[in-house]
């Protein structure tokens, strides 16, 4: 980093991310464009997001805990079948031109938009967890392929966990919420480790956005646990068309 300002910037954005990826998702989307603005090329932007994520779903993990929201071991059973798929994607190169897949993501998550609004709504009162059996194993196969795309890149796909939990599981939100940080926090550990070796990490630069990530984590996790589920929703809502104008219309 070349000038002074980068390293409050890269704390501000970080405390940004560590926030909305947190109550949402997508907070990659603004931390690799910086991560590149700043110098780094491409892959190693990449993995050296992975620092600052092993570091706020840590602390957010923390967060949830210390507010009495935990849902292990059903969020390591997860986590392990996505840690698999993690390392298969961290090591994939996929040949596609960036604006298509900035395109394709956009679809994905206009969708995500429609399924949250207008979905049949679930009254918090009726929601039974279906976190064994055959939910169990639904969850475990789902998350083997979240995690190989997880393991690629990440961005944007706490959206989707989110959904998947809510809807299949029959979580809360708040509930989907801590058991995403978890399993995130145990694929992307797999998948910092793949970028190590292969000497993809700029520390500084990941140790640094990870205090913005951090603080930003813990403070997300706990206000989203006082706020409620109509706080995530509102806010997943906003995010996810914020996310999919960006990469409709400016790549």
Do not use: C
Not at 15 to 26: C, E, L, M, R, W
Not at 208 to 223: C, D, E, K, Q, Y
């Amino acid at each position: 980093m070349e000038e002074w300002y980068h390293y409050p910037l890269l704390v501000i954005v970080g405390f940004a991310v560590g926030f909305i990826n947190t109550v949402a998702g997508g907070g990659s989307l603004i931390s690799l464009p910086v991560l590149i603005f700043l110098g780094l090329p491409p892959s190693v932007a990449n993995g050296t997001n992975r620092v600052a994520v092993v570091i706020q779903n840590s602390l957010a993990t923390i967060g949830f805990k210390s507010k009495g929201v935990t849902t292990f071991p059903f969020n390591l059973y997860l986590g392990l079948s996505a840690l698999l798929g993690a390392i298969i994607g961290a090591y994939i190169a996929v040949d596609i031109k960036g604006e298509t897949f900035n395109r394709i993501l956009a679809i994905i998550m206009v969708i995500v938009v429609l399924i949250i609004v207008f979905k049949p709504k679930m009254k918090l009162m009726e929601l039974q967890e279906r976190i064994t059996g055959k939910y169990l194993w639904i969850g475990i196969l789902a998350f083997f392929f979240f995690g190989i795309y997880g393991g690629f890149i990440n961005a944007g796909l706490g959206f989707i966990i989110i959904l998947f939990l809510h809807y299949v599981n029959q979580m809360t939100l708040v509930r989907a919420n801590a058991t995403k940080v978890a399993v995130v926090l145990i694929y992307t550990i797999a998948a910092l480790v793949v970028f190590v070796i292969n000497d993809k990490v700029n520390w500084e630069v990941g140790l640094i956005l990870a205090v913005g990530n951090g603080t930003g984590a813990w403070f997300s996790s706990r206000i989203s646990v006082k706020k409620g589920d109509g706080f995530i929703k509102t806010f997943l809502v906003v995010m996810v068309i914020a996310m999919s104008i960006k990469l409709w219309f400016f790549g």
